[in-house]
């Protein structure tokens, strides 16, 4: 068996119908390689990659990146949006109510939706978005 290359960043974009550019290709590898980074930190990464970038054009990157499922956004209420790269397997995620730390859980029954609700009002329900709030070990410690 033959082991196939895996796909560069740029060919991931244009398989998912994006036009390709070096601020999408790194814009792409920040969300990756970041754990659930907000638009800022994300706009920080790609200028560290390929200079200059204006927040407008970062905003627009992650909606198409997005809008084509090679990124996830998440927005525990109340906060901006964080985005991650870890798309399609439907998982939860976790809150601090202190300090918004924010970690993956994975889906408690491995497919979407992971929830039955006790009321569907007909609709076909084929999704439950989870964010558990709590808090994290570090501001658990402190506030004891
Ligand atoms: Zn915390
Ligand atoms: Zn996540």
Redesign the pocket.
């Known amino acids: 068996m033959t082991a196939s290359r895996a796909p560069t960043t740029a060919e991931e974009l244009r398989g998912a119908g994006l036009r390709v550019t070096a601020a999408r290709v790194a814009l792409l590898e920040t969300v990756r390689e970041g754990d659930?980074l907000g638009v800022e930190a994300i706009a920080s990464g790609v200028r560290d990659r390929v200079g200059h970038v204006s927040l407008q054009a970062v905003y627009e990157g992650l909606h198409a990146l997005t809008a084509a499922g090679l990124v996830r956004r998440?927005e525990p209420a109340g906060d901006p949006a964080r985005f991650?790269g870890?798309v399609g397997d439907n998982?939860h995620?976790v809150v601090c109510r202190t300090c918004r730390a924010i970690a993956?859980v994975d889906c408690a029954r491995g497919a979407a939706p992971c929830l039955t609700a006790s009321d569907d009002h007909g609709f076909a329900i084929d999704e439950a978005e989870v964010i558990y709030w709590g808090l994290c070990p570090d501001c658990s410690a402190t506030s004891s």
Request: hydrophobic share 15%; no cysteine.
């Open positions: 659930h998440v991650e870890r998982h995620h993956d």
